[in-house]
């Protein structure tokens, strides 16, 4: 692990204020879409940013709260690029992620069983899949047949 | 012309058929949004519309950069007419009914689940980022397409009529997926590009599994669409309803160029 330089240090301290705009409870550092921070000799910040799904509408918002974050701080100059490799899966998600996602809940993807999901409400693992696609991209639309409700489930990728 | 010219030149050809394969489904896809038959299909269909759309984008952006005449994604998309859209006949064919739409849904999904997996170890970064990428999304959409191709093969004496029908109504446009030509085999010999007829077992095994489930035959062997082979979108030739697709698609941004929303 290269050791970050105190300007880096506080841009990703800073973007800890960027959400994502469907997922508000998730910085894009807990989601893993902020893939790096540098900065170069003139003090010009880049920041690096990967899609979790190749269509998902969230990074033209992202980009540009990035963007309006940095510049409430100062660095006016920011420039932020998109990445595709190594291509996003749900094993970026931190840990504290997954926490704050099923808080929000929202069952978050597991680290290895797929089959198995909890019902973030009542924490039954009986649970049925009743659509593999939800109101977005990265979500499925599942329903608890304990509690009987319906939730959603941050699917594996 | 040099042999980094001939490459970026073959490049722009290639990325561009992925592209356009990519969009003409999108938007295909997107005459469901609000008139699917469920809810959550709705809401199913709109996102594999944009999980395609996701794709071609990058792929279309990536074509103009390649192509190094300052083209972009939405020039792209938007500025070229009928005979330079070089996507396959199949993704350009009318919803029709739902059984329609999810027979073409699972033959394309199969083979670009075949595609993307070759070209994720493309020699070309790009296009192998953007295939490891899409490659989990597309295995959403086969196994999608296929359920409901055995639900609905596997149904009812109706759903089963209808569901036969789509596939033999489909299955003509399936066999250009399968067809090199000269840009494919440069590619394929560079390591950039994946030989069409590569996929062929792969897409067979996987479709046929899903239709025996089904109940449902293969290829048609008798009637007006066996032996049929409709082939030229890779040329440009295409059917005629890629025009109407185009008008509608396009409409907005040449009545008013530079439009943002």
């Given at each position: 692990m290269v050791s970050l330089g105190p300007v880096e240090s506080a841009v990703r301290e800073a973007l800890a204020e960027v959400t994502d705009p469907e997922l508000p409870v998730l910085t894009i550092e807990d989601l893993g879409v902020l893939r790096d921070v540098t900065v170069d000799q003139d003090g010009r910040v880049e920041v690096t940013i990967t899609p979790t799904y190749s269509g998902c509408p969230a990074m033209d918002v992202i980009r540009g709260d990035v963007e309006r974050v940095l510049a409430g701080h100062g660095w006016d100059n920011a420039v932020v690029r998109t990445v595709l490799s190594p291509a996003w899966t749900t094993g970026w998600m931190s840990d504290e992620g997954r926490r704050k996602l099923a808080e929000f809940g929202i069952a978050p993807p597991g680290p290895?069983?797929?089959?198995?999901?909890?019902?973030?409400?009542?924490?039954?693992?009986?649970t049925r899949l009743v659509s593999r696609f939800g109101s977005t991209p990265c979500k499925a639309l599942r329903a608890c047949r304990r509690c009987l409700e319906p939730f959603e489930h941050f699917k594996p990728l | 012309m040099s042999a980094g010219a001939a490459l970026a030149a073959d490049l722009f050809a290639y990325a561009l058929r992925l592209g356009d394969d990519a969009l003409v489904l999108a938007q295909r896809l997107t005459e469901w949004s609000s008139r699917a038959p469920a809810l959550e299909e709705d809401i199913a269909l709109s996102n594999i519309a944009l999980d395609l759309l996701g794709q071609a984008r990058a792929l279309l952006t990536y074509a103009g950069e390649t192509e190094?005449?300052?083209?972009s994604e939405d020039d792209l998309a938007y500025l070229r007419s009928e005979r330079e859209f070089t996507n396959c006949q199949l993704v350009e064919q009318p919803n029709g009914d739902f059984a329609v739409t999810m027979a073409r849904q699972l033959f394309f999904s199969a083979y670009q689940l075949a595609l993307y997996r070759r070209l994720a170890a493309s020699a070309d970064a790009t296009l192998a980022g953007v295939a490891a990428k899409g490659v989990k999304e597309v295995a959403y959409h086969a196994d999608h397409a296929g359920g409901w191709v055995v639900r609905l093969g596997d149904g009812t004496a109706e759903s089963h009529r209808r569901m036969a029908a789509a596939v033999e109504q489909m299955w003509p446009f399936t066999h250009e997926l399968f067809e090199a030509d000269e840009l494919t085999g440069r590619l394929a010999g560079a390591g950039v590009g994946v030989e069409p007829s590569e996929l062929a077992t792969e897409w067979e095994e996987h479709v046929e599994g899903v239709l025996s489930e089904a109940t449902l035959q293969g290829p048609p062997q008798s009637g007006e669409s066996a032996g049929w082979r409709p082939a030229g979108g890779r040329r440009g030739v295409h059917t005629e309803h890629l025009g109407y697709l185009l008008a509608e698609m396009q409409h907005l941004h040449r009545s008013h160029p530079g439009a943002q929303w």
């Open positions: 290895v069983a797929v089959d198995l999901v909890r019902c973030p409400r009542c924490g039954s693992a009986e | 190094g005449a300052g083209r």
